[in-house]
Structures are given as C-alpha cells and as structure tokens.
T-cell receptor, first 114, second 115 residues
Framework: AQSVTQLGSHVSVSEGALVLLRCNYS??????LFWYVQYPNQGLQLLLK????ATLVKGINGFEAEFKKSETSFHLTKPSAHMSDAAEYFC????????????WGAGTKLIIKP | EAEVAQSPRYKITEKSQAVAFWCDPI?????LYWYRQILGQGPELLVQ????????DSQLPKDRFSAERLKGVDSTLKIQPAELGDSAMYLC?????????????FGPGTRLTVT
C-alpha cells in the first residue's frame, strides 16, 4: 500500500533563510502529489500539486516543489522564509488504485525564528 | 472565491451526548469527504460521498457515527453517543470531479471537545 513519509515533525529556520520540507512516497508508479498548509484551528489549503508535465511546480506564497521520480520524492522549498509561513505542512499523494483518495503524511510543523 | 462552509466551528459536549456537524461544499462539487484529524497528525478519511451515494465508509465507526448527503449537496456527520476519544478536528472537503486526481478544497473544520 502507498505510504507517505515526511522527514522531521518539526523544522525550524530563521526568517529569510531557505525552507526545505521533505516528502517521500513509496509507490513505484508515480502518483499525483500535493502539498497542503494548515494554520492553527483552520482547514487545509492547497499550496501546489503535481499531476503530469513539468516536474518543478510553483505554488502560492512563493513555494515550489520538485517531483523526482528516481528518488520518489516531492520536497517543498521556499527561498526566503517569512514569519507568516509558520504553520503545519502536509504532503499527500493519490493514485488510481486507491480511487484517488488522498494518502497523507504525518505533517511537518514549520517554525520561523525571528 | 467559493468556499466550503462548516458549522459549528467549535463544539463542546459531554460524553454520551449526541453531536452533529454540517458541511456545505462548493457549488457543483460532486465529491464530498469527511475527515477526522487528531492534533499533530494528518487527516483520516471517515467517509466519501459521490453525489448522494457513499463511495467509501470503511473507516467510519458505524456503531456511533453516521453520515448523510441526502440531495447530493450539503452533508451532516453525526456522533451518538460521543466518547472522550472523539475529541478532534472534523474536516469537510469537496472536489469537483467524480474521478481523477483533482484537488480537494477544505472547510475551516469543527473542533470537537468531549468532556
């Protein structure tokens, strides 16, 4: 069965520094890939998605992610962290075999140091 | 911009009481999902509707949970009786497509506390 691993339950970076949140999936068949962000006591908001085509995907709020098939990864990056980026980030995948239901990682809490 | 609506935003109830949550998806979205999210974890799918039909409720604790989407539009999730372990965020999401890898749009959630 498909699984999603997010390395690091907490990631702390300084304001202005590079943000790198890691996501790996287990399937040998490339799934569809998503990153969502969740602010405290709110629902989840889609940051970006990969379905087909260009492997570097740009999303909202200056985030981007690159699909690397050989590494079964979809890491999320942002060149310069802002205080407003502090939130929890979830990677999710979906595939036809699971009726396109989202399979979620455990989440990574991003902490921004002033 | 169209949004998924949920109510109430917060609910405190005593164990053994009944509680209900309501969700109104984005207009025209055929697929509706209910998730439960424990603090510090990813969402767990409880039930998936396509129009008014249940597609998947394999993770729904059917002895106490029920869900309906009678006219294929809004939906209600009920818990009776509530237990302490039901304290969580309950999220509703909707998706345009009946199949395929379309993104899900989430409502603000209902934070349930069972005392």
């Amino acid at each position: 069965a498909q699984s999603v691993t997010q390395l690091g339950s907490h990631v702390s970076v300084s304001e202005g520094a590079l943000v790198l949140l890691r996501c790996n999936y287990s399937s040998s068949v490339p799934p569809y890939l998503f990153w969502y962000v969740q602010y405290p006591n709110q629902g989840l908001q889609l940051l970006l998605k990969y379905t087909t085509g260009a492997t570097l995907v740009k999303g909202i709020n200056g985030f981007e992610a690159e699909f690397k098939k050989s590494e079964t990864s979809f890491h999320l990056t942002k060149p310069s962290a802002h205080m407003s980026d502090a939130a929890e980030y979830f990677c999710a995948v979906s595939e036809k075999d699971s009726n396109y239901q989202l399979i979620w990682g455990a989440g990574t809490k991003l902490i921004i140091k002033p | 911009e169209a949004e998924v609506a949920q109510s109430p935003r917060y609910k405190i109830t005593e164990k053994s009481q009944a509680v209900a949550f309501w969700c109104d998806p984005i207009s025209g979205h055929a697929t509706l999902y209910w998730y439960r999210q424990i603090l510090g974890q990813g969402p767990e799918l409880l039930v998936q509707f396509q129009d008014e039909s249940v597609v998947d409720d394999s993770q729904l604790p059917k002895d106490r949970f029920s869900a309906e989407r009678l006219k294929g539009v809004d939906s209600t999730l009920k818990i009776q009786p509530a237990e302490l372990g039901d304290s969580a965020m309950y999220l509703c999401a909707s998706s345009l497509a009946r199949t395929g890898a379309y993104e899900q749009y989430f409502g603000p959630g209902t934070r349930l506390t069972v005392t």
